[in-house]
């Protein structure tokens, strides 16, 4: 029960955050990873995996869990305060973009780096978290993850209207009184803690949040944020709990990586329906 409501949650949950950042910076390619998010996570689960892991702390090696969760969320929230620094003083939301871009790389450049120095064990270690697994969370693990969910979805459904304004027009939702620079700070920062979240029990898993609000678009045939937030939510929880249902057929001596299965099967099908009709993110 716990493996099937995390797969519920961080598909879901990622899908829905896809759709937001998507719609913020209308930009098909704003994934919930786009702002540096995964990377700042993978970098600090990166340092308390391969690094950490070799110190002792009261007899005791500074390692578990515990740990992990702990660094990938504060590498999350790093990121996220740096990108709101850069949020309240530019008021571009491309800008915002290419810096979690940037930032993303500048981080990636780091975890090779400490991945080069690391031992051959750690680095196993580290490996088999960025490629996702959703079979290792508690029910107790859930408790942290479903509040930040539930605010994350309600928030959503009470932006129909702005997302929907925005979508035509910065300037016309600002004509209708709609203050963008809260709801993009906002956006951004619930945004970042259910990633970071979703990330640091589950690791970066790909392909749900960038592809399926695209798959989703295409799908309805219209970008009305109602249909799309509560179609993002179904189709999101239906590709994980299918892709690590296929994680777990596919081979009966061990079970495949979460993120090659959802990545390989789900990536063609995107592309197919991309070639197929003509997307815009409007």
Not at 100 to 105: A, I, P, R
Not at 134 to 139: E, M, P, Q, R
Not at 247 to 255: D, E, T, V
């Amino acid at each position: 029960m716990p493996k099937a409501i995390t797969a519920i949650v961080s598909g879901s949950g990622l899908a829905l955050c896809g759709l937001l950042m998507q719609s913020l910076f209308r930009n098909p390619l704003a994934g919930p990873y786009a702002l540096g998010i995964s990377s700042g996570s993978g970098l600090f689960v990166a340092i308390a995996t391969i690094m950490v892991s070799t110190v002792s702390f009261a007899g005791h090696y500074f390692m578990g869990k515990s740990i992990v969760v702990l660094f990938a969320i504060l590498g999350a929230l790093l990121v996220t305060l740096i990108i709101l620094w850069v949020a309240q003083r530019n008021k571009s939301n491309v800008t915002v973009l290419l810096v979690g871009l940037m930032l993303s790389q500048i981080f990636g450049a780091i975890q090779g780096l400490i991945e080069y120095l690391g031992n051959a064990e750690n680095i196993k270690t580290f490996i088999v978290w960025g490629m996702g697994n959703i079979g290792s969370t508690t029910l107790s693990d859930l408790s942290f993850i479903l509040p930040v969910y539930l605010i994350t979805v309600l928030y959503s459904f009470t932006c129909i209207k702005s997302l929907n304004a925005i979508l035509l027009s910065e300037q016309y939702a600002i004509n209708l009184g709609i203050n963008i620079k809260s709801m993009r700070i906002s956006i951004i920062i619930i945004c970042a803690l259910l990633v970071g979240l979703i990330t640091a029990y589950c690791g970066p898993i790909a392909f749900v949040g960038i592809s399926v609000p695209i798959a989703s678009r295409l799908f309805l045939k219209t970008a009305h944020h109602l249909h799309q937030i509560v179609f993002c939510l179904l189709l999101g929880a239906i590709v994980v709990l299918v892709a690590d249902i296929l994680c777990q057929l596919l081979s009966h001596q061990f079970a495949l990586p979460l993120n090659t299965v959802t990545t390989i099967i789900g990536s063609p099908i995107v592309i197919y329906l991309l070639f197929k009709s003509k997307f815009s993110i409007s």
